[in-house]
Nanobody
Framework: QVQLVESGGGLVQAGGSLRLSCAASGRTLSSVAMGWFRQAPGKEREIVARSMWSGGSTYYANSVRGRFTISRDNAKNTVYLQMNSLKPEDTAVYYC????????WGQGTQVTVSS
């Protein structure tokens, strides 16, 4: 079963950037659809970006389109989320998972954007 470890979160001012990483073990991700999700306090988890497979199509939620970019490094079996022009409303715990999502989620990585 694939194990996923997210990293790269932190505290950043509005307008700043962060790059999140999702390192996988137990399964090669190059042919797997992957997504980045986030959950803000008091809200349901939502998908923000999707990569169907390496070199395949991508999808972004309206709230992040044009600011976030999902990418992969097959050699490192890692999926990234580049986040630019961050806004306070992007504050959340960010997770990665396969699509459809596996039953087990990683610990996530906290992103906090100050105004």
């Amino acid at each position: 079963q694939v194990q996923l470890v997210e990293s790269g979160g932190g505290l950043v001012q509005a307008g700043g950037s962060l790059r999140l990483s999702c390192a996988a073990s137990g399964r090669t991700l190059s042919s797997v659809a992957m997504g980045w999700f986030r959950q803000a306090p008091g809200k349901e988890r939502e998908i923000v970006a999707r990569s169907m497979w390496s070199g395949g199509s991508t999808y972004y939620a309206n709230s992040v389109r044009g600011r976030f970019t999902i990418s992969r490094d097959n050699a490192k079996n890692t999926v990234y989320l580049q986040m630019n022009s961050l806004k306070p409303e992007d504050t959340a715990v960010y997770y990665c998972n396969t699509l459809p999502p596996g039953a087990i989620w990683g610990q996530g990585t906290q992103v906090t954007v100050s105004s």
